[in-house]
């Protein structure tokens, strides 16, 4: 019982192991030129695209608000939404963004209806990139076409079971008696509000408002491609575009794993991995990595700005 809860609390530090294994087998000082040697204008082009994706994800977090008749203007969502970033930077799995529906909930609407966002915007990005990673296999993975056909497929058949179980209530159903069995009785009555509140608002979105709110995803994963498409030409690193995009995406799924904090580590051994084939070295690989988590960092100092501008009790 006393390893399981050893691994519960510092499972980040399975990441920190992993980073420390690769850097063990690099140059440190290569690593530190390549950082020198980075052209400046790439980095700060790629840093400054960091705003727009971040008002972009901002006005997808308010558009699904406005759905639920929660209104707050752009900037308020804005100031809020990167709040989180900040919190969501310090936590394995970046669970720190949860935060966001604090605001909400410090604004009176319930824990079920503030939750609704955070969920979605969770979902939306995590159904952009198994769509996004599943049809680019099919293109640089061909050896595995079959198995990307069926996974695609599958795929599309669990967001098909999902949308109709959730029409039918078979979603709550099965909610219901999970969080039966797990949530102490004494906090029973209140779950069952809360969670009444949060289904109501997810079945009401009709198939129209899913599908901008996968758009907008769309458009904040495009700035985030271009971001470190810019970071790697900076660094000579050339690889074609798709398969680069289809490499990101695969290790930004990955450092969602909540073994890590901020990805460090996982980030590093996934992009070792995909780009071996275009032999470029492991102290650029770890480079990369390493300047991608600067863009994480870049995005957690506006949050940080956020925070002191509209701060909230935790």
């Known amino acids: 019982m006393k390893f399981k809860t050893f691994l519960k ?8 192991a992993i980073f420390a294994i690769l850097l063990s087998k690099t140059n440190i000082g290569e690593i530190f030129q390549n950082i020198k040697n980075i052209k400046l204008n790439y980095l700060i082009f790629a840093l400054l695209l960091t705003i ?18 929660i209104k707050y203007s752009l900037k308020d969502s804005f100031l809020m939404y990167c709040s989180g970033l900040y919190l969501g930077l310090l936590t394995p799995g970046r669970l720190g963004e949860i935060s966001k529906a604090i605001y909400l909930k410090k604004d009176g609407h319930s824990t079920g209806k503030s939750l609704v966002g ?48 959730v029409k039918i209530g078979l979603f709550k159903w099965f909610l219901n008696k ?21 289904i109501n608002d997810i079945k009401n979105l009709k198939i129209k408002h899913w599908l901008v709110i996968f758009l907008i995803t769309v458009f904040s994963w495009i700035f985030y491609y271009l971001q470190t498409f810019v970071i790697a030409k900076g660094l000579g690193i050339n690889i074609p575009i798709l398969y680069f995009a289809i490499s990101v995406t695969i290790a930004g799924l990955i450092t969602l794993i909540p073994v890590s904090i901020s990805g460090i580590g996982t980030r590093d051994a996934a992009l070792l991995a995909l780009f071996t084939p ?37």
């Open 52 to 69: 727009p994706m971040l008002i972009n994800k901002a006005l997808c977090w308010n558009y699904i608000k406005r759905k639920q008749d």
């Open 118 to 165: 955070v969920v979605l915007d969770r979902l939306s990005d995590f159904a952009f990139l198994i769509s996004f990673v599943l049809i680019g296999s099919l293109f640089f993975f061909s050896e595995y076409k079959k198995e990307s056909l069926i996974a695609i497929f599958g795929f599309i058949f669990l967001i098909i079971i999902f949308w109709i179980s």
């Open 178 to 198: 999970l969080f039966n069995k797990l949530v102490p009785l004494k906090y029973q009555e209140s779950w069952k509000i809360n969670f009444q509140d949060f």
């Open 9 to 16: 609390k510092y499972s980040y530090i399975l990441g920190l």
């Open 278 to 314: 275009f032999a470029i070295s492991i102290e650029n690989i770890i480079t990369f990595s390493a300047l991608i988590l600067l863009l994480s960092l870049f995005s957690a100092l506006i949050g940080l700005i956020c925070w002191l501008i509209k701060p909230i009790k935790l």
